[in-house]
């Protein structure tokens, strides 16, 4: 069966599945994006892929014909309701609730397919995994509502599993978080990802594995000091935090400011990651995001917005072969009852809360946050020598962060704290002080005017040395 999927996506930012889905011969036939830079992206890159807008007129260009019924939609509604940034507004954020519009432009997409004859179309919807523990019970509304319960599904305290099954009246649900940094990226970013499908097919197919054995291979650790066309590097971790949207403007209040995994040291100067390097920390081709009019803060947001690549390849391939194969469910003659907290006969739950069920003859299904033939990319891979001259960080900004972590006792990387100290102090303390006084402190922030003294005594609150740190460092070459 060599049918080509259409494919409709739902707040598309600058296109992710895109790009992870290019081989898998299937046809996108609109998009849905408010943002300018993405939208400018996309109609760039998709000339020939309808841009539509804003997502609450779908329903109505679906039922005026205006627009194809596509048989995949794909979507990620805002996470910043969801997200600890955004502070788990959940439903009662108005982005929140686009997550229930989601759903009600997939009910109008079946309506119209089911009229002409046509299957419910499969839904791959993706969100940070703080959806699972939103106060307002965000998740439980947007299974049954997917899944056509009549009532919102309910779990103590809204503290939603991280893999599940959920067979409904009009779809089964199947999801799980997923960590991109075992799927081939340099970067730990968990998500939860959602599929629906007609009741004819079993997502549980798509999203879990079956797997011969539980592989805790150690991988062997990069070295973190290198050389790269005749630049010295170093980076303070195999991989990165999580790539966040606001990364372009407030790199240095985030954790990552602390533990120095978004930082990058170059030839004795510290900077942050490169709009390119960020692509490749995500799974772009490189300068996918370098349009014309692009700002560098344009493209970390874009980026830090979207999804990861090679995860949606991977769900992408399974998903296109479970809608042609339409396989017997992966739990068939397996006793799964333990797992069973459904509490009436209108729906089937499961709930697994571990990264994996043990079967027969060293086999085992696979639902954790680790693929189960694990691939690995490391920073220092992705890291180019070419990175513009703004990005790197003044001495100001150093001693800036070492002042924040001083006053909020926040816990720092060791090496990266001498980086920093000793990039601060090839500025004087006078010129420091002078030139921060022009910046506005932040609500945590002192107000104290900086002393003489205050950099001069970092050596020996922060344990830092003074003399030089790059001229016994020892480098590979890769």
Known sequence: MNKKFSVGSICSGIEAASVAWKNLNLKFEWFSEIAKFPSALLAEKYPEICNVGDMNNIPQLLEAHDIALPDIICGGTPCQAFSLAGLRNGLDDERGNLTLKFVDIVNKNDELRIRQGLPRAAVL??????????????????????????????????????????RGRKRNVAWRIIDARFYGLAQQ???????????????????????????????????????????TFEVFREYTDCLYSAYGTKWNGNAAAYNGSLFVVQNE?????????CERLMGF??????????????????????????????????????????????????????????????????????????????????????????????????????????????????FGILRRKMERNIKINNRLEKVLFSIA?????????????????????????????????????????????????????I
């Open 125 to 166: 919807w993706e969100n940070v995994e703080g959806v699972l523990r939103d106060k307002t019970n965000a998740f439980g509304s947007f299974i049954a509502y997917l899944a056509g319960l009549d009532d919102v599904l309910c779990v103590k305290h809204h503290k939603w599993p991280s893999a599940g099954v959920l």
């Open 189 to 231: 970013r968990k998500r939860l990802y959602v599929i629906a499908t007609d009741k004819s097919i079993n997502p549980e197919n798509i999203l879990f594995e079956i797997q011969k054995t539980i592989k805790n291979t150690i991988e062997k650790p990069p070295e973190l000091r290198f050389k790269k066309n005749g630049s």
């Open 269 to 277: 100067r510290i900077r942050r990651l490169s709009p390119l390097e």
């Open 285 to 398: 081709p490189d300068g996918y995001t370098d349009i014309n009019g692009a700002r560098k803060t344009n493209r970390y947001q874009g980026l830090g917005n979207s999804w990861a690549v090679p995860v949606i390849e991977w769900i992408g391939t399974r998903l296109v072969k479970e809608l042609k194969l339409k396989k017997e469910s992966i739990f068939n003659n397996i006793d799964i009852s333990n797992y069973d907290i459904s509490l009436n006969n209108e729906y089937s739950f499961f709930s697994f809360t571990n990264e994996y069920i043990e079967l027969d003859n060293n086999y085992f299904i696979n639902y954790g946050t680790k693929k189960g033939e694990c691939e690995y990319t490391y920073l220092p891979e992705i890291i180019s020598d070419d990175a513009p001259e703004d990005i790197y960080i003044s001495p100001v900004g150093c």
């Open 425 to 477: 102090s090839q500025m004087t303390p006078e010129e420091i002080d002078k030139r921060s006084r022009v910046q506005k402190r932040g609500v945590l922030g002192t107000s104290h005017v900086l002393k003489h003294g205050d950099i001069m005594s970092f050596p020996d609150k922060f344990n830092c040395v003074q003399d030089s740190l790059f001229n016994s460092v020892t480098t590979k070459k």
